[in-house]
Structures are given as structure tokens and as C-alpha cells.
């Protein structure tokens, strides 16, 4: 029902930047929550920043003065600005968003890779 395009990822070295982009297929003032995961090899799914009525809820401790989360409401769009990023850092990034209506249902990105290597 919502989908969810990601771009924005890549290779980078370490201390460079990246942004990632998820564009909707809906209007994303009315979702309950977005956010942004990612999934290292053999780790679990881990939050990295989450908002809720366009307000910061929560960004993962080790990410905490490097990465922000925002939104472009004109555009249905989500953002992950990664600054300073680290090799640790390196994983798949999943784009996710929560709707109450009809059912409260979350949606998820294909996911998109960013590597932070030398």
C-alpha cells in the first residue's frame, strides 16, 4: 500500500558523508512514525533515528551528533544526513514507516547499502 524508495547510498572513506533520500508513495504528515534502520551482517536490526510528528524521537547512542533524521513534507520524503561516518557504520539502511489507518502497519524500504571502507 505505501512504497518506499531509497537512494542515496554508496561507498565512502571514513569521516566522509552521505544522505540518504526515501521517497513515499503517500503524504508522511499522517504517519505515526519514520525512521531509519540498518542491518549489519549477523547483527540484528538496529534503529538508527526515529520521529514522530515531526519531532526527533530517538537516535541510536552511537550515532548521536553525526546523523540526523529529517522530512520534507512537500516532497513525501525522509532523509538521513551522515556526517563523520565510521567503518562501524557500514551496513544495510532500511527506510520504514508506521500508519494507523486502516491497521497500524509498517512499511519498509528495499534497503540500500552504505559501506564505510579504505
Known amino acids: 500500500q505505501v512504497q518506499l524508495v531509497e537512494s542515496g547510498g554508496g561507498l565512502v572513506q571514513p569521516g566522509g558523508s552521505l544522505k540518504l533520500s526515501c521517497a513515499t508513495s503517500?503524504?508522511?504528515?499522517?504517519?505515526?512514525?519514520m525512521g531509519w534502520y540498518r542491518q549489519a551482517p549477523g547483527n540484528q536490526r538496529e534503529l538508527v533515528a526515529l520521529?514522530?510528528?515531526?519531532?526527533?524521537?530517538d537516535y541510536a547512542d552511537s550515532v548521536k551528533g553525526r546523523f540526523t533524521i529529517s522530512r520534507d513534507n512537500a516532497k513525501n520524503a525522509v532523509y538521513l544526513q551522515m556526517n563523520s561516518l565510521k567503518p562501524e557504520d557500514t551496513a544495510v539502511y532500511y527506510c520504514?514507516?508506521?500508519?494507523?489507518?486502516?491497521?497500524?502497519?509498517?512499511?519498509w524500504g528495499q534497503g540500500i547499502q552504505v559501506t564505510v571502507s579504505s
Open positions: 520521529m514522530r510528528s515531526n519531532s526527533v524521537i
Open positions: 503517500t503524504t508522511i504528515y499522517s504517519f505515526y512514525a
Open positions: 520504514n514507516v508506521v500508519v494507523l489507518a486502516p491497521l497500524m502497519t509498517p512499511y
